[in-house]
C-alpha cells in the first residue's frame, strides 16, 4: 500500500536518521558539521506535519533555531548520532522504542495536549529544551507517523547497518540494505554450495577407490569428521 504524503514525509525523516547512524562523523568537515546542526533541527521540526496522525506527538523547541544549534558542539552531535543508533537498532532487533533522555538535560519538559484553535484537533505535544532529548521524541514522533510496520525497521545480515525496507518484507527471505550486499552474500552463498559439490566429488571418488580393493566392494564407509587427523 501506497504510503501517505504525509507517512512518506516522515519516511524521509527516519531514512534520513538511518543515513546518520551509519555516518563517519570523524571524516566529517566543518561545513559537514553545520549542515548536520541545521538537519537536526529539521529533524525535530518536521515531525509535526499537517494533518499528520494523532497518535504522533509533536516536538517543540524551547527557544529559537539559534538557541537549538548553539548547544550542539561536535560531542554532543556524536552523542546524539549513538543515541540514535542505540534506539534504532533495539526497534529492528526489539521492535521496541525506548525514550533515551539526555541525562544533562534541564528538567523542564512540558507535555502538552489539547487543541491549538476552535476547529482544530485535540493532540499531544512535546516541549523540552534540551536539543539531544528532542532528537530522541521526535524519533518516537516519525516512527509512529511514517505508518511503517516493525519488521521493516532492518539489521542488514551481511554488513550489520541498519536501513529501511520499502516493502513489506517476505517471510523466510534474507532482506539486505543494499544490491551490493546481496551480491556479496549470494556469492558466498555460491562459494558454499560450490565447495560442499567438491567436497562430494571428493568422497565419491574416495569411495570408488576403496570398494576395488578386494573385500571391500560392499563396505560402508563413513565421512571422517573434518579437522580429524
Given amino acids: 500500500m501506497k ?10 525523516m527516519l531514512e534520513w536518521a538511518i543515513s ?18 541545521e538537519d ?18 509533536l516536538i517543540g523547541a ?13 560531542d554532543e552531535l556524536k552523542d546524539g548520532q549513538q543515541d ?10 526489539e521492535r521496541v522504542f525506548t525514550l533515551r533522555m539526555n541525562r ?17 484537533r485535540f493532540q499531544q505535544a512535546i516541549y523540552c529544551p534540551d536539543p539531544l532529548s528532542q532528537v530522541s521524541f521526535a524519533l518516537g514522533s516519525h516512527l509512529i507517523g511514517s505508518g511503517l510496520r516493525a519488521e521493516q525497521i532492518r539489521v542488514c545480515p551481511e554488513c550489520q547497518s541498519l536501513f529501511l525496507a520499502k516493502r513489506k518484507p517476505q517471510a523466510g527471505r534474507s532482506h539486505y540494505c543494499s544490491t551490493k550486499c546481496s551480491m556479496r552474500a549470494a556469492g558466498k552463498a ?16 574416495y569411495e570408488a577407490k576403496v570398494r576395488r580393493r578386494p573385500g571391500l ?13
Avoid: C
Avoid at 529559537?64 to 561536535?74: A, S, T
Avoid at 555460491?190 to 571418488?205: F, T
Fill in 104 to 120: 544533562n538535560a534541564p528538567a523542564r519538559t512540558i507535555f502538552f495536549y489539547g487543541a491549538l484553535g476552535p476547529s482544530q
Fill in 3 to 12: 504510503p501517505t504524503p504525509i507517512e512518506a514525509a516522515h519516511i524521509e
Fill in 190 to 205: 555460491y562459494q558454499v554450495r560450490e565447495k560442499k559439490k567438491l567436497q562430494e566429488k571428493a568422497h565419491a571418488r
Fill in 62 to 74: 524551547l527557544g529559537k533555531k539559534e538557541d537549538f544549534i548553539g548547544q550542539l558542539g561536535k
Fill in 217 to 229: 566392494k560392499t563396505a560402508k564407509i563413513s565421512r571422517r569428521p573434518r579437522g580429524e587427523a
Fill in 40 to 57: 537536526l533541527y529539521n529533524f525535530v521540526i518536521k515531525n509535526s506535519f499537517p494533518e499528520s496522525s494523532r497518535e504522533a506527538p
Fill in 20 to 37: 546518520l547512524s551509519r555516518a563517519k562523523l570523524d571524516e566529517f568537515r566543518e561545513g559537514d558539521w553545520l549542515n548536520l546542526k
Fill in 84 to 93: 540514535l543508533k542505540r534506539m534504532l537498532r533495539r526497534v529492528a532487533e
